[in-house]
């Protein structure tokens, strides 16, 4: 399928777009808000300023795509992949995240307040100056994480694994870092 299709699809009414390949299209800036995604493949996918608002991206695969100023607010991205893709500056107040794959993925200054990103595997990822207040980490892979300079406010970090992060000059208040 191609991007204009989807988008004239969307525009028609049409929210059902999972398990299909739409690797490497170009969806910028389109509205796709509440969109269902789910088990859909947009690896390499350009979806950078999309709205993809209270979309389903459960089990999708989006490896290498960018989504850079993104709005992916209560968003579900229940494991999926999201390795090494570009999330700089994206907004995903509220989305859940567990069990999602975003090893080597980049977040700097992403928006992810009130995230549930319990069990995620985001070893390498930079999150440099990301917004991370009550977030629930509690059993996420944060290995070799740099989090130089994020907000952790009342971040819940219970079970997390830490080695090798780097959270200096981070705001930890709050933070729950006991083991249950």
């Given at each position: 399928m191609e991007a204009e299709e989807i988008v004239k699809s969307y525009a028609a009414g049409e929210r059902d777009f999972g398990a299909i390949k739409l690797t490497e299209l170009n969806l910028s800036g389109v509205n796709l808000s509440e969109a269902n995604f789910?088990?859909?493949?947009?690896?390499v996918a350009n979806l950078s300023g999309a709205n993809l608002s209270k979309s389903n991206l459960?089990?999708?695969?989006?490896?290498?795509?960018?989504?850079?100023?993104?709005?992916?607010?209560?968003?579900?991205?229940?494991?999926?992949?999201?390795?090494?893709?570009?999330?700089?500056?994206?907004?995903?107040?509220?989305?859940?995240?567990?069990?999602?794959?975003?090893?080597?993925?980049?977040?700097i200054r992403a928006e992810l307040s009130y995230v549930d990103l319990s069990r995620a595997h985001l070893t390498g990822a930079d999150l440099r100056e990301a917004t991370l207040r009550q977030a629930n980490l509690s059993g996420a892979?944060?290995?070799?994480?740099?989090?130089?300079?994020?907000?952790?406010?009342?971040?819940?970090?219970?079970?997390?694994?830490?080695?090798?992060?780097?959270?200096?000059?981070?705001?930890?208040?709050?933070?729950?870092?006991?083991?249950?």
């Open positions: 789910s088990r859909a493949n947009l690896s459960s089990n999708a695969k989006l490896n290498v795509a960018r989504l850079s100023g993104c709005n992916l607010t209560h968003a579900n991205f229940n494991g999926a992949i999201l390795n090494v893709a570009n999330l700089v500056r994206a907004d995903l107040t509220g989305s859940t995240l567990v069990l999602a794959g975003l090893i080597r993925a980049v977040l892979n944060l290995s070799e994480v740099d989090l130089r300079g994020t907000s952790l406010t009342g971040a819940n970090l219970q079970g997390a694994n830490l080695h090798g992060t780097d959270m200096s000059r981070s705001d930890m208040s709050g933070v729950d870092l006991d083991n249950p």
